[in-house]
């Protein structure tokens, strides 16, 4: 059907999914859930969390293999490879991931063998997720927006400052620093930090939470 010829579809789809967010915590968009205390998720990031998406232990040798030779080839020409980790919002919010999920049944993750992978070939590795999770609850400002699933802007910049800073000791050549003069508090975050509640296409905005821009 062409739903494009009844003006009211559009209406009535929005009203259908606010009254299963707002009754019963539900997202009717594939592919994205809300979590608890309304934080909302790529689902994915959540399966990857818990393990559900892991790979097994062999393909991830082999590509650890594969990039140990790279890194090698480009130590022998004076070039250095850095290996990044990142948090996930799931990897670093699980207190926020809904039961049904059982993230307190975690399994081993690709993230987990990766790590322990490259460490123990030897790779140089910049593994962020320990330093966030740490810094997480005494960061002035949210890593992850309540209703985006990447990156709020303060957690792209402390992410990014701290990365010219590891790149610039390994090389040993000074690296373009970030400098935020400042950040604007936001009652209603937008943009990137609020992808995830756009596509939730709900008939009436959600409750303000805490974001700021630079």
């Known amino acids: 059907h062409d739903y494009g010829s009844y003006p009211m579809h559009a209406i009535f789809?929005?009203?259908?999914?606010?009254?299963?967010y707002s009754f019963f915590g539900l997202s009717r968009t594939p592919g994205f859930i809300v979590g608890?205390?309304?934080?909302?998720?790529?689902?994915?990031?959540i399966f990857e969390y818990t393990g559900?998406?892991?790979?097994?232990?062999?393909p991830i040798d082999r590509m650890v293999s594969r990039l140990k030779v790279v890194s090698d080839s480009l130590a022998a020409h004076d070039i250095p490879l850095v290996i990044v980790f990142e948090s996930g919002k799931a990897g670093l919010y699980p207190e926020y991931i809904p039961g049904r999920y059982r993230p307190d049944r975690r399994t081993l993750t690709n993230y987990d063998c990766f790590t322990e992978s490259c460490r123990r070939a030897g790779l140089p590795l910049l593994d962020l997720h320990p330093?966030?999770?740490?810094?997480?609850?005494?960061?002035?400002?949210?890593?992850?927006?309540k209703y985006g699933m990447h990156w709020s802007h303060y957690g792209t910049w402390l992410t990014a400052d701290t990365l010219a800073g590891h790149l610039a000791a390994v090389t040993g050549r000074a690296m373009p620093r970030?400098?935020?003069?400042?950040f604007e508090p936001n009652e209603h975050p937008r943009g990137s930090e609020h992808d995830i509640a756009d596509m939730l296409n709900l008939a009436c905005p959600l409750p303000p939470a805490p974001s700021v821009s630079p």
């Open 13 to 20: 789809i929005r009203i259908a999914n606010q009254f299963d």
């Open 36 to 45: 608890k205390e309304g934080v909302l998720f790529e689902e994915d990031y």
């Open 52 to 58: 559900k998406y892991f790979v097994g232990r062999e």
């Open 131 to 145: 330093w966030l999770e740490k810094v997480k609850d005494t960061s002035r400002h949210p890593l992850f927006p």
């Open 178 to 182: 970030f400098n935020v003069l400042g």
